[in-house]
């Protein structure tokens, strides 16, 4: 009787590949207790800071198969998770119309001095969000109120 065969080198098997995107997650509150996807799938060669920066930057286009993107020059970045885009007007594009912007291009982008600094835009950003802040207190808390 033959005996039976050794078991696989388990060692020997190949790694699983690692993941080649990441979801982008977003603090949910003040406490940063609570979190939620704000981008889906965005590939691992982007890095935090350039996302970042292109998150003030672009802007967001609804196509219409349902999906949200951020978008600069007319080039899709990074996905919308599907809570964002409910409830939004889709255009009539489709997402094919628009390509999509490699890692290396968004850098370029951001480095050609066409559009302003990470740290300028996200001072404005702060300021905007403070002028809505102190907007709020003076209308007694309504969430409508537009800072101007």
Known sequence: MASPAAPADLGAMPAPAAAATRDIMMWT?????????????????YSLEDIKHADHLGMFWFFNNGEGWLTLKNKRLFRL???????????PESPDDL???QPDE???VLASGEF????EVHALWLAAQ???????????????????
């Open 130 to 148: 403070q002028r809505m802040a102190l907007s709020k207190r003076a209308a007694g808390g309504s969430s409508d109120t537009i800072a101007t």
């Open 99 to 101: 390509p999509v912007m």
């Open 81 to 91: 998770p599907d809570y964002a885009v409910r409830g939004q007007e889709l255009g």
């Open 106 to 108: 968004l850098r370029k």
């Open 29 to 45: 509150n003040e406490t940063k207790q609570d979190t939620k996807i704000k981008f889906h799938d965005v590939p691992l060669g």
């Open 116 to 119: 302003p600094s990470y740290e």
